[in-house]
């Protein structure tokens, strides 16, 4: 946040293209098991993507967001529930987040809707729970994986790295698995 914005993009372009992080070493290996995935399984067509070049930033939109990892013990109270970043938080990965308060949002309205049907009344703590039960299943599993992957993409192990770009490598090649991982982000769970 101390940088000026021309120093910002200026860092920002330059950590797009660095090879300071860069571990031939790895590289080399994710390639030879690459070339040998080829063989075995059906691949997606490879093709280099550039990183993109910014140019610049709108003055004053720069922010820090710290990141946290927050789950609350309850989300149901008589007449309460706890929805969006007032139940969970996580770090801002994919707009998981969000993803995750919509699917709050359309729980509890099933819910609601089921007691309204039921001819109870909606704020009866006993819908309430079931919607803290369904959410709470849903999103502690959420919140766990996108806790691990933060952790897996924060460290510099060189081993950890090295099976991490395995592992990439084969979700990117192997595409039922990759097309499993698109639709888990894309869900509103």
Known sequence: ???????????????????????????????????YWQQLIPVSPTTFQYPPVVINIEPRSRAAFPLTLLNANQYARPRLVLIGD??????????????????????????LEQAVRDGA?????????DYERQR???????????????????????PTVALRSVGLSFVNEFLPLKKFFAKQAASRS
């Open 121 to 129: 009344d909606f704020n009866s703590l006993t819908y309430l729970v």
């Open 136 to 158: 709470q299943l849903q999103c502690l599993a959420r919140l766990l994986s996108i806790d691990s992957l933060n952790r897996l993409y924060s460290t510099n192990f060189s």
């Open 1 to 35: 946040m101390q940088l000026s914005d021309e120093q910002f993009v200026d860092e920002i372009n330059k950590a797009f293209t660095s090879d300071a992080h860069k571990q031939n070493g790895i590289i080399s290996i994710t390639e030879r098991i690459r070339s």
């Open 86 to 111: 007032s139940a969970h938080r996580i770090h801002p990965m994919a707009g998981q987040g969000v993803n995750m308060g919509f699917g709050d949002v359309l729980c509890l309205i099933n819910i």
